[in-house]
């Protein structure tokens, strides 16, 4: 199964990213990271977006999509913004990309 985030790198926080990497580390799940570039409507301009897929067994990912949501909403009551998404993936779209 593939988890992703996308984080739009203009507002996340370092610590944020940081507890996702160490997460991803601790439970053995293998990560890619690329950016993209896309318009961010709330600054009017292109903003670098990090994306970050996640291979690993489902109980894994959904552990650490619970866990990124949770962290997610201590961010977002301190700051009020939304700052990544994430999405399940089929295996058979990224064989395609490949």
């Known amino acids: 199964m593939i988890l992703e985030f996308k984080v ?3 507002s996340v926080q370092s ?3 940081k507890t996702l990497y160490d997460l991803i580390d601790e439970l053995n799940c293998k990560c ?3 950016m993209e570039e896309n318009y961010n409507t709330n600054r009017n301009c292109f903003a670098p977006v ?3 897929k996640i291979f690993g067994s489902n109980s894994m990912l959904s552990w650490l999509k619970l866990r990124m949501e949770r962290y997610n909403h201590l961010v977002d009551s301190l700051n009020s913004q939304e700052v990544f998404s994430a999405s399940f993936l089929d295996d058979e779209n990224n064989e395609k990309d490949d």
């Open 8 to 10: 739009d790198e203009l």
């Open 32 to 34: 890619q990271t690329f």
């Open 15 to 17: 610590a944020w990213l």
């Open 50 to 52: 990090r994306v970050v």
